[in-house]
């Protein structure tokens, strides 16, 4: 079965320091793969996106992932974290089981605290 | 350029009563998306349309739920009547495909509304 973990329910880190959030996969076929954050009471937003290509993906606010085939992860990363990055991370992939499927498998979710 | 938006943005029902739920997605954008997320657990994907046509219906969760997309603009997600399993954010996205050179649409990210939390009593 295609599915998405997100290992971590929390993940705290410090201002200044590089962040990462984890996110593994399981489908068939290539992967396209995406994150999207959501702030306190807000929507989910678009961070980025591997479809194909260079294995490492830059993004939205200073984010970066990197796409690992052999390890089926694609980490969130960002160098050097603010408390404003503070929220809600989702990892998410495209179910590729049908054709012309359209809809994502997402994972649980990642708290992400960055502490002043 | 606006983005999605949904309405109400919260809603408080009790069980047997219906709630209507409604999404205007970016302007131009075919693909429309409801998904749902109940608390603790992860996102799950209801039903894609393509303009006013149902692509994908696979996660609804049974006939209480009737989606409609009149026009291919806006749509409607129903819920009749609500049960207490029915409480969540509902989220709604959109997407619009490019098609380039090689044919075949490329795969585009989809654009989420702020989600309508929806409490069944």
């Known amino acids: 079965a295609q599915s998405v973990a997100q290992p971590e329910d929390q993940v705290n880190v410090a201002e200044g320091n590089p962040l990462t959030v984890k996110c593994t996969y399981s489908?068939?076929?290539?992967?396209?793969l995406f994150w999207y954050v959501q702030y306190p009471n807000r929507g989910l937003q678009f961070l980025l996106k591997?479809?194909?290509?260079d294995n490492l993906v830059k993004g939205s606010y200073g984010f970066e992932a990197e796409f690992n085939k052999s390890q089926t992860s694609f980490h969130l990363k960002k160098p050097s974290a603010l408390v404003s990055d503070s929220a809600l991370y989702f990892c998410?992939?495209?179910?590729?089981?049908?054709?012309?499927?359209?809809?994502?498998?997402w994972g649980l979710g990642t708290s992400l605290a960055v502490n002043p | 350029e606006a983005g999605v938006t949904q309405f109400p943005s919260h809603s408080v029902i009790e069980k047997g009563q219906t709630v209507t739920l409604r999404c205007d997605p970016i302007?131009?954008?075919?693909?429309l998306y409801w998904y749902r997320r109940v608390m603790g657990k992860e996102i799950k994907f209801l039903l894609h349309?393509?303009?006013?046509?149902?692509?994908?219906e696979s996660g609804m969760p049974n006939n209480r739920f009737l989606a409609e997309r009149t026009g291919g603009t806006y749509s409607t997600l129903k819920v009749q009547p609500a049960e207490l399993e029915d409480s969540g954010v509902y989220f709604c996205?959109?997407?619009?495909?490019?098609?380039?050179?090689?044919?075949?649409?490329?795969?585009?990210?989809?654009?989420f509304g702020p989600g309508t939390r929806l409490t069944v009593l």
């Open positions: 302007s131009g954008h075919d693909n």
């Open positions: 996205a959109s997407s619009q495909d490019i098609w380039g050179l090689a044919g075949g649409p490329s795969y585009n990210e989809q654009f």
């Open positions: 489908v068939s076929g290539n992967p396209y």
């Open positions: 349309f393509v303009k006013e046509s149902k692509q994908d």
């Open positions: 998410a992939v495209r179910d590729m089981q049908a054709g012309n499927n359209r809809k994502l498998i």
């Open positions: 591997y479809i194909t290509g």
